[in-house]
């Protein structure tokens, strides 16, 4: 039953980011945004969407028990609260595509003060522990490789985006 409710509660935070990133999206483009790594974008969803599955399909057709790591759902709270912050740092330009408005410059506040790619960082803690939360080793391993070589293509992209 917690599983249940965990994976709701996951999907419901990753429709609401998509709805706040489809929001902002129509906020960029009118004032003149340009997207970079539209090629490589749809490979993101299927990722994060197939990781999602992995979770299910881990949970209930592997050997358990699953009980839950209270250790790793605390965690999982901080680093959400990481994502609100960084969010809320970049307001409108918070995106899960890569835009930049022609002439502007990168936001540097809140962890973008500290940390050159503070989104990243919380997307590879939260590939890595959200299923250490009921011991889903498969999934944590597979999919934070998986990760890696997909952060290691945005990365540059949107390095090379603000190099300009």
């Known amino acids: 039953m917690y599983f249940i409710i965990f994976i709701l509660l996951?999907?419901?935070?990753?429709?609401?980011?998509?709805?706040?990133?489809?929001?902002?999206?129509?906020?960029?483009?009118?004032?003149?945004?340009?997207?970079?790594?539209?090629?490589?974008?749809?490979?993101?969803?299927?990722?994060?969407?197939?990781?999602?599955?992995?979770?299910?399909?881990?949970?209930f057709f592997t050997a358990g028990p699953h009980p839950v790591s209270y250790v790793f759902l605390s965690l999982i709270v901080l680093v959400l609260l990481f994502k609100w912050w960084l969010m809320s740092s970049l307001g409108k330009y918070w995106n899960t595509k890569i835009y930049r408005i022609p002439g502007s410059i990168a936001v540097r506040k809140g962890p973008y003060k500290f940390i050159r790619h503070p989104n990243y960082v919380d997307v590879v803690c939260e590939i890595a522990m959200i299923p250490l939360v009921f011991h889903l080793y498969y999934t944590a391993v597979i999919f934070s490789v998986l990760n890696a070589v997909m952060l290691t293509v945005r990365i540059r992209e949107e390095n090379k985006v603000w190099a300009d």
């Open 10 to 59: 996951l999907i419901a935070l990753r429709l609401t980011e998509l709805y706040i990133s489809s929001r902002n999206e129509k906020w960029l483009l009118s004032q003149g945004a340009v997207e970079y790594g539209k090629e490589h974008y749809p490979f993101v969803v299927t990722l994060h969407t197939c990781f999602i599955i992995s979770l299910v399909l881990e949970y």
